[in-house]
């Protein structure tokens, strides 16, 4: 080893100590951090997955939806040109009497 005052030993030696202690402060809080960034994008993947869920659920009740409307609008045109028969009827009907 270099032979150093005493003085300068010692205070290599702390700033080797604070450094060391320095690095190990900002690798415990890289870990911290990691962990609670890792838990944000957890949560953030399930609220994801969540909304997708959700999406394809509204998906089938807007075609259940559409369907319903199909049907409504087929019975109604049923019960229209059923309308416009008994209007003519009635009208021949009435043409010949």
């Known amino acids: 080893m270099i032979n150093l005052p005493t003085n300068s030993k010692s205070t290599l030696i702390l700033l080797l100590v604070f450094i060391f202690l320095l690095l190990l402060f900002l690798y415990l809080n890289y870990k ?3 962990n609670l960034e890792m838990n944000k994008l ?9 909304e997708k869920l959700l999406e394809k659920k509204l998906n089938i009740v807007d ?3 559409e369907n319903i409307q199909k049907k409504t609008q087929l ?6 040109v059923g309308l416009l028969n008994t209007r ?3 009208t021949e009907i009435f043409k010949s009497t």
Request: glycine share 0%; aromatic share 16%; charged share 25%.
């Open 32 to 34: 911290k951090y990691k």
């Open 42 to 50: 957890n949560y953030l993947l399930l609220d994801f997955k969540k």
């Open 63 to 65: 075609l259940e939806i």
């Open 75 to 80: 019975h109604l045109n049923v019960l229209n």
């Open 88 to 90: 003519f009827s009635l």
